[in-house]
């Protein structure tokens, strides 16, 4: 892991595409503003752990779904 110091209104830059602002520092917590490429996603920690075990739930297939929808598609002629 990389420790920087940033002061107000500095940045950090992450490659060519990405750069992040220290925008504000109030107590405890600060405020980064993150320009990326669209195409990135960005997200809080908890969130993307969130959007991760969504997914993997998604993909979890099992025998019998297997079989369910083997069943549909031979009622619907595939």
């Keep these: 892991m990389l420790i920087l ?3 107000l209104g500095e940045k950090i ?3 060519d595409d990405i750069t992040i602002t220290l925008v504000e520092i109030k107590g405890t917590q600060v405020k ?7 195409h990135i ?3 809080r ?7 991760r075990e969504e997914n993997l739930n998604a ?7 297997l ?3 083997s069943e549909l598609y031979k009622r619907l002629g595939f």
């Design 5 to 7: 110091t940033r002061k």
């Design 13 to 15: 830059n992450i490659g």
């Design 32 to 38: 980064l503003g993150i320009e990326a490429p669209k």
């Design 41 to 43: 996603e960005i997200h």
């Design 45 to 51: 920690q908890e969130v993307y752990e969130r959007i």
């Design 59 to 65: 993909s979890d297939i099992n025998g019998s779904d």
């Design 67 to 69: 079989l369910k929808a």
